[in-house]
């Protein structure tokens, strides 16, 4: 059985304790996981380590952290402090980010993700396994310190972004598992051969890799109003952050949608871009409408074949309440 997760808007949120009660509430609805992303809002960890003390059985994990603004021992000594504070329970998603965030936000060169997303994989392993840090790369060296507490049992998973055929490789080979952003449902399945000959790199099969899909969702009473959010987050990531999620809408067959949208958005027709989406695309990228409508577009989600989880992702538009009405309503 697919599980069903949960991915916060960490930063869209109007307080720390309004996300943290949106996590409290997926526990209780059944929820299997809640992911935290980090932007440029609120940082993930925070939210974390107080909703591991406010919960007991759900899972917890970062949906992304890029691999820029934290050191990879960072981010392994991060991953083991959450594994205890949670009991057990954190699984560490790591990720390259695009030059907009890591460059305007951070400061930080953006430069050859995926050798940087292996090495940070590979330290933080090392770190969480509580043996004395050694390695060579070609961003890191490192060499003589270990945890200066006890390791994580079990040692938490770690998961990688990513969206070009390369980067889905790296994460098939070298994490546990993948994290899909801004796929269509057709155009999933290649990504997932990408992913089937990296794990057969990494001599694993495709079932030792964890395939977590985030779908955009809204369910409302106001129907309309849920496509339009929909329509409007998807516009934005195609639209408004840089080429690559464009360029990844183009390799699933929808290359003059892709182009268009991007164009649009760039000239300042937001509402043109988004009506664009609405037109062709969200039926294909996300559940919206009303409860009947957007359950019934999610089961299709579900239905997927090479899925372990999806994330039930909500709009950067809606407000406290339609994310819970919404989390209510696509709950297991």
């Known amino acids: 059985m697919t599980d069903r997760d949960v991915f916060l808007p960490v930063g869209a949120q109007p307080t720390l304790n309004d996300l943290v009660e949106q996590a409290v509430h997926a526990e209780e609805l059944g929820y299997d996981r809640v992911w935290f992303p980090e932007t440029w ?9 107080i909703t591991a003390e406010r919960t007991d059985s759900i899972g917890i994990g970062t949906s992304i952290a890029n691999i820029y603004s934290r050191s990879p021992a960072l981010l392994g000594q991060t991953a083991a402090t959450l594994q ?32 940087r997303t292996r090495e940070t994989i590979e330290i933080a392993r090392q770190v969480v396994s509580g043996e004395v840090v050694s390695y060579d790369g070609e961003y890191f060296s ?23 055929p390369k980067a889905v490789e790296l994460a098939g080979r070298f994490a546990d598992g993948w994290h899909a952003v801004n796929y ?47 329509a409007q987050h998807i516009a934005f990531y195609i639209g408004g952050m ?26 300042g027709e937001k509402g043109q871009a988004t009506a664009i989406v609405k037109e062709q695309l969200r039926d294909q990228m996300g559940a919206a409408g009303t409860p009947e ?26 407000g406290p309440e339609e994310v819970r009405e919404t989390m209510t309503t696509l709950a297991p």
């Open 242 to 267: 840089g080429t690559f999620y464009r360029d990844n809408l183009a390799r699933q067959g929808y290359e003059d949608v892709a182009h268009e949208i991007y164009e649009t958005w760039q000239e």
């Open 41 to 49: 809002g609120r940082d993930a960890v925070t939210a974390m380590a």
């Open 84 to 115: 205890e504070v949670s009991g057990g329970r954190f699984r560490l998603g790591v990720g390259p980010s695009g030059p907009i965030v890591i460059e305007n936000w951070h400061g930080e060169e953006f430069g050859n993700p995926l050798r």
């Open 184 to 230: 269509t449902r057709d155009g999933l399945a290649e990504r997932l051969e990408d992913l089937r000959r990296g794990a057969e790199l990494g001599d694993k099969t495709l079932d030792d890799v964890r395939v977590t899909l985030s779908v955009g969702c809204c369910a409302l009473e106001d129907g309309e109003r849920a496509r339009d959010l929909v």
């Open 293 to 318: 409508e957007a359950r019934d577009q999610f089961e299709q989600f579900l239905d997927m074949d090479g899925v372990d989880a999806i994330n039930v992702s909500f709009p950067r538009g809606a």
């Open 142 to 164: 490192l060499d003589g310190f270990r945890l200066r507490c006890d390791a994580p049992d079990p040692e938490p998973p770690i998961d990688a972004a990513g969206l070009g």
